[in-house]
């Protein structure tokens, strides 16, 4: 089935993807990869290092003038700073005699936890593996997803609600946050909000602090019966919870209001069902505080989940910690940084969902062309307009 | 790799679970075993039906006098209904000739979409996956991973927060917490709140509605080293989340304080690194915000991670639906239930944590027997104890 | 995905299988199950064991009123001799004091390198599982597969050529020889080479000895397109080859006639490819001697590999051993066994075949419902029957 | 566990290779990776296409100052006639108005199924990704095993045993065999038979004919306890049989004598277990016939399997075939090809061998450094030395 592999380190040669599970004969669209690459690095709250990054991704395999091959997808993120890193980083040779090791662990990193793993005499090590880079990655092979639920009218959005203590207000609908979030620094859909959100930045820059904040995450045009309720690892919630967790610094999902929802009765919760006159499916919901997936199956209702993240953990002002060669207490060593990467990792969270969407769409309608996908995915179509149970 | 596989329907013969991966040797524990399966019944805010449930396990394979053979596990949890049920969930024959599908879908559960998925004329062969009851299954494997995990000193453990508005106080440490929970109809550490909380069962049943909440998990004496920052879908918050996401009526998962840390600085969210005098690993932190996970990787201190439960959909006062044979408006079907299962689903809940945590321990350690596991365990610990970076 | 899953000693409860992943609403013929269970038993060269096991299937889950439910199906196949064997094998409670451990490996069996790799204090626990007992869960899980197949008109057959230095002439076509050869007490297609089959086994029979052998195994009306030849691991040869010499005692594989077209030239070896008046395909072979796939592929013609099967190595006239407590040399213990089980691994071959052929299916066909797999198969009929490349 | 992925057509940019699972801290021998890729290469039989492949490997991600990071490992294989094949194998762009899809399918090859499977309207669209090249990329892939397998004492080799009708003599013993067969042009042990091959593929490649011929690949040193019998895909034949059979042109794999066997009677084949006066293991065999593996499980024995391979499909004398296009008559055309691969193949064989041994031993060693694989594997052979049943 649909599955990809990054290998790569933040500043070796570059970020490696292999994508399998596409079908044959997908259209890709360059301008879209290219434009998601983009939008994941130019953001308000971005330090130097952002700009400095090059995301073209080459092509070295499973397509072919711009159709995919049905064969493993390879692409490459290069690392344009990598003259700069060839002797730190060079895959052999010896570690120049200059070179000294990283030996403090930065907090909120996987610096620690990640050296006594793999037994590292040097941190770098896990910096260059845990590092955000390799969502970049993650970033392609979700817009190759994003590339198949096209035709399939999936289309994946998102916005910015929250950055530190400020907090967009409740906005008009899911459409138009994620259309108003595209075009602002922060990647929030409220004026007002947006410019607290900034000022909050640069208070944060300023002190050598940082910020964290939640952002949504929405699939539109799901088509009910994606997931499964007869296995837990194949249910749509188990899927999206972990892909969106395994982003780097996320540490809250909910789908729908479900925290909100867990301090409210059955009878405020739940999305009564009722008749549509929409030609695509008979039955709707008057709400949908579920986010769109009822017993971990989607309900043909907008998919959409809430994240939240915490602040970046490298500091200007520094944090506490100690060198692991003697003990000794030490300030945890400043890499260069940014503010926030709330607007970032939303484009990241986006790509992520786009990929278990169109993992559960492959096994939903299969096919080793996008002929045959095409044809089960409108037979599908067909049923659910005439949906009736017999 | 440790990985287990349930089957079974509610109302049918019984669930049946095998679980492959634990090394041979191991001694099980049936009281362990029994205990667990007996407190995800008795709960306040359980209706008639869990009474009735018969939760004895029965091993079918994979053990031999109280050891595990290394071989695959499976046990058998019978329905003690079974008889009543027999003629409408016979593998065999057909359907009764008084039998009358269920046809209209309860909001909140998978009966619709699930409906629409399998192309079913039966809401019924949803209902009976889709079930709660399937849980006991994960409750099974969850206690052998207990098992496994109770020789590497790692406990599981958890407490229920809040059940509707109720919330329950800052109460003490994490330990005493878990060890309280244990012995309150609630679940919960914190007496007053208990109170509270079954004052606000019975006025929620009373009204023929039903409560949610929120509950912790946790797993004291994790080592730091499980999971791994170099895959994403290896991740140990990738795994935890989805897992617990997995369970019924779960809609949002946080790894330590992740939404209210995404409001905060960083300076005021992350665990600094200090000496410690502990005999078990030079390191420690002065708090412990980021749920004991770095990076994705275990980093010695206590994992931890809230759940939101959603109220439970089946109300007695009814739901709007439609009946899916003709359309028409209908009251969603009341299956007997319960008014509050916050309490219940935290015992499946330690269950999927103690699994995801035995299977990253598998990684770790590996072995075939647990006499090779138990002296990698040790061989680790020394490591651990003396750890300097070299 | 496809997948099954068993558990079960020799002498325990029995073998438990779970079965995930064939779609709803598949109809579940009973009688191929209990004739299938029923073939794997009484053949020429069993010995008494056989003829005591019991090999009816109580299915546990995933099916109601002879249909598939979509839900993981389960199924127990019970040992009927488990009361005498309660003791020696119950999951709980101690080894009767008069409790004797198997310490003597069997040469031909994993005795030895099983008991070293678990660390067993007791050959019985490899004996228990290495049986080939658990075979009768994988014919369950291959009569599954069966079932799947055959509105698919797909149709597994298969024969045995030799039995130790006996060999079949070279008969008729396929489907005759398949026929035939579920009639023959040693299921070949050749009366007088059954004859001097059975003559042989009487022989080895009388000195104490045992026989192995080659059989052919047949997928007829596979359609062209299973498998892969993109990726390594899921070409059809690579899936079948491991899941027939993963049967116990095979030791060969060939797809088509492998190993004599070795030592062919090119142009005698490769079957040309010519046109059809078939209405199912337009083109055809006239000749199938690389067994119907090509470059991993699945290309149209009957698939069929043969399997080489070694002597049965428990013999009654003993093999040279160990003890391995005390390191003394002993003669290998002798436990009830057979002559030869040909015959018998033909049937488990089948399933197998059947199996991987049912997962090729899945994936080219997929759908949650039969109706759903039935479509694709009919619109797939159709575009080979009138296929040309665009 | 360890696993890898290949991508890459065969005259696109390269051949791309992902490989997860490797511990940190392996040193890489790139002088062993340059002797394997050549040694793919330059072989009687080769045609002219073999001495322009360009096998350098690029390593883009997972080693630093040739160490292992415990990161996923990228390897990329140039292409070095890419500039010639830009226009034709353009990720993006347009086909060249000049271009002639290939639409008349090779006999032998992935071709006709494949085309038919994807959908495709050109058949180098198979061609490319069938290509014996992509086993460039799983020999990379084997020589990193091949380096994770030396400080296990574990040595892989091999030789070819039959090219056409010519068979090498009975030869010495195995690592003879296997060191002797490193130095003859047709990887062979026997200098009389090497003559004789090299007649023999004069003869057929005058005559514009092709051979395959059959090859034996070994793994020294492995220890008992590799694989498993408790479930099925887990054997180690299973493992091996299928990586075996998953290489282009192997239509059969023996482990052991497993035809040969299969004639014989069980007093005659099985290895009998005796006392060993080695300081490794107290056990042996006077004969290894079983090819070390027994009930799936290797026994401490050297890991030996026999390999079919097929003559070369592509043949200058052609094969009849169609144009499927039009449904005509037409001979397949002639790809530039070689008029024997097997002395190639076993190279490619020996690779996956590597792999799957190592795959086992990750299995059973575990360990995310080296240090950890190398401390539980002394640990397990001062076990196997002093092996009893206690």
Redesign the interface.
Known sequence: ?LDF?????SH?????V?V?GL???LPID?DMIAGEMTRRRNKAGSGPRMSMEGDEVE????????KT??????G?IRNRDYANWQEV???????PSTYEPV?V?R???????????????DLR??I???SARETAG?CFAGTLARNFLAPLHIEIGGWVE?I??VKAGSGENFHEKSRRARRSPVATYDAEAETKMLEALEH?GR?G??????FVVVAFGVM??LG??????E?L????????????A??????????A???????E???????SSSPSF??T?RTNR??GI???????ETVWARC??????T?L?G????D????E?KQ?RYERSDTCAVARALVVAEAMLAWEIARACR???????M??VL??FK??RSY?SN????
């Open positions: 089935m592999h990054t290998a790569g380190e070796g040669k570059g970020i490696i292999v399998n079908p044959a004969g360059f092509i070295l395999a499973g397509i072919r003038w711009a091959l049905g064969s493993p997808i390879a490459l980083m060079n895959p052999q040779g010896k570690p030996t662990p907090p909120g990193h996987a610096d620690l936890a990640g050296a006594v793993k793999y037994r590292y005499d090590n896990v260059e593996r845990a993650r929250s530190g203590e944060a002190d602090d940082t910020l964290g904040g939640t009910p019966g499964t309720h007869v296995k837990w690892d249910r919630d188990t899927r999206i919870a972990g892909a969106l967790m395994g982003i780097p996320i540490k809250g999902v909910e789908v729908g209001d479900g925290f929802n867990s301090r409210k009765r059955g009878s919760v739940h999305d009564e069902i009722i008749r008979p039955f919901r579920c986010g009822e017993g971990g199956v989607s309900n043909g939240a993240m915490k602040p970046i953990p500091l002002k944090l506490q910690s100690v692991l060669k003697n003990g207490e945890a096994v939903k309608f299969s096919g080793d062309s002929e045959e044809d089960r037979e599908y659910l949906y009736r149970m017999l």
